[in-house]
């Protein structure tokens, strides 16, 4: 069942754990940039794929440098070139990103939402079959025929957004509920209209929750977006024409958009022409069969009837699609499917008819799947009693709804969760295009926070000779701290163009998905928070095994970090700053200090596969290497597990063996 990269890495995994440490003793010890080799071509390929290495000004490699490693490991050992074309069939856009720790050994069932997750749709063709049908039923509602000129651009909004009903805006939040970025209908709104509007009294601080407002938690409610903020500045320009108000054009717009997707105004285009509305994806049959090889259970949940499902999922698998699952739920009316323990479930009968079933214990169940495996309705238990779960933290759920497939299924059940983000490819993509950008933004930061320091130094020597009575010495710092402070407000002024330039080269509107200017946004928040794991597209799955661990990167709080840049900081009386250096721990156990591993942005974090720096130490010797060999076996543990144990960043974990071998 496995592919070619597949065998390769586990048959590799099983080498590293059976061979003798002394054949790593026995080899020569090489440089920095060409670690000790084990003489195996897997474990070189992974050693250059995966280690990221330290440049000679110390800075960091960044994961999508990785292709090109890759590359260079090849023309330097030519007979790795065969496996380094395998591994760069995984771009780092595609790489699956932990927030949790997940060890797939413990799942037993891996449940797939359709829409928007099995089923990639194309957004130029399939939303505009919602927006024109929307607008040909607010037609019918009363507006007015200019409407009908309307157009839907797929990329003018972005998840995460919150639209403010009762005002006719939308919103981009950061983490604190802080609104960084406002429109009204299609007007940007100036900060201090913004911030009057909602940096107001605790009292009436909004909480920016229903039923005022409606989070854009799925890809469907772009085109809900693009409506809505159309029509509120149609209004705001014809207020004759358009008298409803803002909260019932907003109702209005989602009752629209609904009945598109019951009157079959979507379905019988996409019937007709399923290849022009929905992307093909060949990984989808290898990813599913990948995971039953696994020994998973697969099932489908989703809100759509079996109707539109067999349409998508026979395009998507063929004419015998439900044999790649164990059991295929559908209009389950989620998040009420995961909320009310009450709701009956049907079976659905090959001709679409259904039946009434007894749920009462196991054999019920039993005797439900010999008769068929697809149902309709339900509820969570009825879910759990099929797939004979004993706890929700047993099942992996896949989807792309914010609200419905991930926040309510993680806090009300406990299930293991991954969410699809279709924009990470982008976003990782211009990530690394705008990294002179990002770098600019660091540097000027920097700068202000060594003029903030020296500000407060003086105004501190300020008060003192102002106590002392030397009036004429604190009056001459005087102009020196005006001076300062203007630097202060100049850089300020610079950082904010630097950093709206770095949006803007993500999104010319919203910027950056996962950040609201410095902090992470709202929608990164809840990304962080309910996705377990999160990828751009259902089919990364099949660069992992099926029981692969996901470790999460250690959470580093400001004071953490605090004492991590204690050691790099220089001296008061250093004529010159430091040299740039990884910043270092105390000693670990064993009395070896290990590179400090800041916590990455959002969006940017380190998958398994990309160990922190190795300690800079120039001369190479038989522990660094065995270092590099942990932090080797670090990367190939996604693949199995089972076969070694995973050391963390900082060489603390313990091994199968019981202890890290790269200490002493």
Partial sequence: VMDKRNRMLLATAHLLTTLPVALALSQPARTAAHPISLSLSPIRVHRYFAVATAASDGSRRTPFRRTRQVRAAAEVDPDIADIADVLQECPPGR????????????????????????????????????????????????????IETFKYDPYAYQRGLVIDKR??????????????????????MSADERKAMYAQSFERQPQFTPPDFASMDTSFLAVDASLYAQLVTYKDENP??????????????????????????????????????????????RMLTQLRA??????????????????????????????????????????????????????????????????????????????????????????????KLSTGSDLLYVGDHMYSDIL???????????????????????????????????????????????????????????????AAAAAA?????GRLHAEQVELTAEINRAMSAYHDAFHPQWGRLFKAGHQNSRWAQQVEDYACIYTSRVTNLVHVAPDVSFHALSDLMPHDRA?????????ATSAAPAPATPLRRRPARGGRSTPCSPRLPLGESRALDE?????????????????????????????????????????????MGGGCPARP
């Fill in 563 to 571: 004492s991590c840049d204690a050691t790099e900081r220089p001296t």
């Fill in 240 to 285: 004759d024409e358009v008298p409803q108000s803002y909260e019932l054009i907003y109702k209005q717009v989602r009752r629209a958009v609904d009945l598109c997707h019951c009157d079959g105004a979507i379905k019988d285009a996409v019937a007709v022409q399923p290849g022009k509305y929905i992307r093909y994806t060949p990984e989808l049959p």
């Fill in 611 to 655: 160990p922190p720096l190795p300690s800079p130490d120039p001369a190479p010797d038989v522990s660094r290497g065995l270092a590099f060999d942990c932090e080797c076996a670090l990367a190939i543990a996604q693949i199995k597990p089972s076969c070694l144990g995973v050391c963390n960043g900082d060489h603390q974990g313990e091994s």
């Fill in 95 to 146: 790489d699956v990103f932990c927030n949790r720790a997940l060890n797939m050994r413990q799942i037993q069932a891996v449940g797939f939402d359709m829409d928007y997750t099995l089923a990639e749709y194309i957004p130029e063709t399939f939303d505009l079959l919602a927006f024109d049908g929307a607008l040909i039923k607010l037609r019918g509602m009363g507006y007015p025929k200019a």
């Fill in 294 to 387: 696994g020994g998973k259970q697969l099932f489908v949940l989703t809100n759509s009837l079996y109707d539109y499902t067999d349409l998508v999922m026979t395009y998507l698998l063929g004419e015998e699609w439900i044999e790649f699952f164990d059991m295929v739920v559908c209009g389950a009316r989620k998040p009420g499917f995961l909320l009310d323990p009450y709701l009956p479930i049907f079976q659905v009968r090959q001709d679409g008819s259904l039946v009434n079933v007894e749920m009462g214990g196991a054999k019920h169940a039993d005797a439900a799947l010999e008769i068929g495996r697809v149902f309709q309705g339900g509820n969570w238990n009825h879910l759990h009693s099929l797939l």
């Fill in 167 to 188: 005002r006719g805006n939308l919103l981009k939040l950061d983490r604190h509920k802080y609104v960084k970025v406002a429109y009204h209908g299609l007007n940007r």
């Fill in 477 to 481: 710092l005087e102009s020196e701290l």
């Fill in 408 to 470: 309510r299924s993680k806090r009300t059940l406990g299930w293991r969760t991954l969410l699809i983000v279709p924009e990470l490819e982008e976003e990782m993509g211009c990530a690394a295009q705008a990294e002179e950008l990002q770098e600019a933004v660091d540097e000027s930061r920097a700068t202000r926070a060594e003029i903030e320091a020296e500000y407060t130094s003086k105004m501190m020597a300020k008060l003192r000779l102002e106590e002392e009575g030397a």
